[in-house]
């Protein structure tokens, strides 16, 4: 299907990278209608961690998810590890920006780790993550840090020119520079961001895990059709709620910890070859991951 909407960007990245935190703060800039949700996970296979759908997208649904004026970005970051994702944008907006946030890459795969096994989203899509070992041979958490080998499906499509690449290091020592370095990626003007207004709604200390009711209503919410559904969604977007981490539909997670030694003896000389292969292909130095 052709596309019926201008998308004009696209987040890309990995869970916990800092992609939640700079889509809110390109909601304050009046030259951007950020994809509300913020990952309508339409485009790409990857519908977030654990589920993959080879459906074909359905644009017309996807146009509901921009609402406003403005440049239109869409936030799913999951399509960075999605394999047929940039056919999928090259073939409807071939002059697509791109920003691709990256973190530290054993750091990283720890935090989405923890995040999954904590809300005990592997249990509930039927596998185990328990054992690190495991769950690292699983293309649904290693995928999403080998940046090099991700990128590398990129560059095939669209020209290095189109990417910015963002260390999330960088978002946290100095977010004014950064904001403007996305600016001028997208050719919108600057803008006087409020850092302090900036929530993270993506913070562990706020982790929950689903209750039995909780699985049932999501699962009964992914059945009703958008027209009534995504009224509702907006709404609560903006308010910053998450009726699934409500009391009834969710319960406190156990806080689950592994050492950063331990998950450097088993995946560091894999991650190694693949950092050297990312900062070749992206022209960027990353000397402390290493």
Partial sequence: ????????????????????????????????CISNPKEPNIIATHKGTMLRDQVEPDLNKYAKYFKGPGKKIDCSVHAFACPVAPSRINKNWPNAKFIVCVREPISRTISHWRMIRETEKDINSGCDWSDFEKAWKDPRLNLDTLYGLAFSNWLEIFDRGSFLVIDAKEMRENPTAVLENVCDHLNIGQHAFDLEQIS???????????????????????????????????????????????KGLSSNSKAIFLSEEKVSKLIASELIRD????????GIDFPHWK
């Fill in 1 to 32: 299907m052709a596309a019926i909407i201008d998308v004009d960007a696209f987040i890309l990245g990995a869970p916990k990278c800092g992609t939640t935190w700079l889509s809110n703060a390109l909601e304050q800039h009046p030259g951007l």
């Fill in 200 to 246: 993270n709604s993506n913070k562990s200390e706020d982790r929950r895990k689903p209750t039995k009711l909780g699985r049932i209503i999501m699962k009964l919410s992914s059945s009703i059709p958008s027209l009534f559904k995504l009224p509702v969604v907006y709404t609560l977007e903006k308010l910053r709620i998450n009726i699934y981490n409500s």
């Fill in 275 to 282: 950092i050297k292969h990312f900062e070749e292909i992206s």
